[in-house]
Nanobody, 123 residues
């Protein structure tokens, strides 16, 4: 069983930056792919960014060029650096892990989930 704990959310003004972290348990973190999803009010959960076990990355068009996903296998942690934040980035952000180690864009592909951290961007 893998446990994921997100941190780093909060309130930020438009144009600001935040870095989210997701700490994971277990000894096989390096073999997992990791994803950051978000769910905005009255919207479905969507993939924001993902990183494979080989460090390939993928981003949604809405965050490309503004967000960066990275991982530190020594710390069993994945990060999401968010810059140039917009009010439409306001959402609960979730970390997810997939044991196959590949990049998937659908949330049902991921095996483990954190409880989420709230990001609020004020205008």
């Amino acid at each position: 069983q893998v446990q994921l704990v997100e941190s780093g959310g909060g309130l930020v003004q438009a144009g600001g930056s935040l870095r989210l972290s997701c700490a994971t348990s277990g000894r096989t973190f390096s073999s997992y792919s990791m994803g950051w999803f978000r769910r905005a009010p009255r919207k479905e959960r969507e993939l924001v960014a993902a990183i494979s076990r080989s460090d390939a990355t993928s981003y949604s068009d809405s965050v490309k060029g503004r967000f960066t996903i990275s991982r530190d296998n020594a710390k069993n942690t994945v990060y999401l650096q968010m810059s140039s934040l917009k009010p439409e980035d306001t959402a609960v952000y979730y970390c997810a892990a997939d044991s196959l180690g590949l990049i998937f864009t659908s949330d049902y592909e991921y095996d483990y989930w954190g409880k989420g951290t709230l990001v609020t961007v004020s205008s």
